[in-house]
């Protein structure tokens, strides 16, 4: 049986993951492929630390060393950062390996030019652990759009402020206490900017947006908010009302511009998100077709990381050139374009509220919220005028109780 050779860039959580399961599955892989999958080379930061690698996979923190075997199949890189990744994975494809990420910062930015840069070298490019982990959102967003167009996809793209907010409002704890929780379960890193402040989230929507629209926004332009804004007081209130406070990225199309935004959001017992709680994260896709599909499952962790890892790997072994397609961004009079026109709001704290002279209609109002329709750009501008208030987009059908 021939054999599939295959080296790992980092040795961390994604790395070795990846290492145990392509060592416990060989009988499995084997059998799928018709190959044997072996790991040849791993590549890491620190070459003398000590981790169980069988001594016949050479162990190099030298890429040159891996890139000069004599044979290598797939390069899988699971290291952090934009460089030395991208320099790496370029090389490797000029060296006709497919490869395979988890990366997802390297990939928002640099995903585009490497796909290209492999079609022209007649190799592929896996990339479904770079979002939402285990969850096969990339595999399925790409079978749907064989037939759907799709209109928007929403979600909890990111697990541990996902937890941080679930934590807050079930323990009544504020976000440092619940952070530290976070930090302590190993579900936040020391420096958990990356994750509270929305930018992990941020990436991954860019990601979606180009395999379902075909290109990405501006970034500068999309909003980008993390939660460590949130407080217990907010979230205690929310509840109340009988609504959630979640970290939402959401992507769609409007009159042929995608538009983006990843911020706290509040959702309602009838949204599809409500009770995704701790570190899950979940995907709300809507096709023109299908409907709304929601897929739910572990976002982050060693081996449902290394599943989606896995599964990338049998797809660019059997020649699935799904991984590579990318469905044009079209323009002007788009079928799939609509007028995001207003949405549902709920300002917090509203005090002497300035509503005046802009477009709004006041659904309900209280001494503490005012529920309201508007777009955009008109909340921009009551933010403005309203500076003790908050605002924030509500999901799913509500009602704002004169009595609470
Ligand atoms: N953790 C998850 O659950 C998860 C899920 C999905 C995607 N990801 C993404 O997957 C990637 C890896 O994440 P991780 O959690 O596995 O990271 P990690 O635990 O910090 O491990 C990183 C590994 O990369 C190696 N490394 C770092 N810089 C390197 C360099 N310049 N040259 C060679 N090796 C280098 C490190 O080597 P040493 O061991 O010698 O320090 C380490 O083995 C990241 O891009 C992350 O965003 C992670």
């Not at 392509?22 to 009988?27: A, D, F, R």
């Not at 050479?58 to 460089?83: M, P, R, S």
């Not at 399925?140 to 209109?151: A, S």
């Not at 930090?183 to 979606?208: C, H, R, S, W």
Request: charged residues 25%; contains cysteine; glycine residues 8%.
């Amino acid at each position: 049986m021939s054999s599939i050779r295959v080296a790992i860039l980092g040795f961390g959580t994604v790395g070795e993951g990846v290492y145990k399961t392509i060592n416990s599955h060989k009988e499995k892989l084997s059998k799928v492929l018709g190959k044997r999958v072996e790991v040849a080379a791993v590549l890491v930061k620190s070459k003398n630390k000590n981790r169980e690698i069988d001594n016949r996979v050479l162990v190099t923190d030298d890429f040159e060393e891996i890139l000069n075997l004599e044979k290598l199949d797939v390069v899988v890189e699971a290291i952090v950062g934009q460089e030395p990744a991208l320099t790496y994975l370029q090389k490797a494809i000029q060296k006709e390996c497919h490869i395979i990420t988890a990366n997802k910062e390297m990939f928002a930015v640099h995903g585009s030019e490497l796909q290209k840069l492999a079609k022209e070298n007649g190799v592929s490019v896996g990339f479904e652990a770079t979002v939402a982990g285990g969850v096969p959102v990339i595999q399925t967003l790409q079978q749907l759009l064989n037939i759907n167009q799709i209109k928007k996809i929403e979600g909890i793209l990111n697990g541990t402020s996902n937890y941080i907010l679930s934590e807050m409002r079930t323990n009544d704890l504020s976000f440092s206490a619940a952070l530290q929780a976070a930090q302590e379960k190993g579900y936040a890193e020391a420096d958990p900017t990356n994750d509270v402040e929305g930018y992990d989230a941020f990436y991954k929507l860019m990601i979606l947006s180009e395999i379902a629209f075909g290109g990405k926004p501006e970034w500068a332009m999309v909003p980008r908010e993390g939660i460590t804004g949130i407080t217990e007081e907010q979230i205690k209130g929310a509840e109340k009302l009988g609504l959630r406070f979640k970290l939402i990225a959401s992507i769609q199309l409007v009159n042929g511009t995608i538009i983006g935004s990843v911020r706290p959001t509040l959702v309602t017992e009838t949204h599809p998100l409500f009770n995704i709680e701790g570190v899950e994260n979940s995907v709300s896709i809507e096709g023109d077709i299908v409907g709304r599909i929601t897929l739910q499952g572990p976002g982050a962790g060693m081996l449902p990381t290394a599943s989606a890892v896995i599964e990338d790997l049998i797809h660019v072994v059997r020649g699935n050139q799904n991984t590579v397609t990318l469905c044009p961004l079209s323009n002007g009079e788009d079928e799939r374009a609509e007028d995001k026109g207003n949405q549902n709001w709920l300002m917090i704290h509203p005090g002497e509220a300035q509503l005046t002279s802009v477009p709004v209609s006041v659904v309900t109002q209280t001494d503490n919220h005012v529920y309201l329709k508007a777009d955009e750009p008109t909340i921009s501008t009551l933010r403005k005028r309203n500076h003790q208030a908050s605002f924030f987009e509500v999901l799913g059908e509500f009602q704002l109780k004169k009595s609470v």
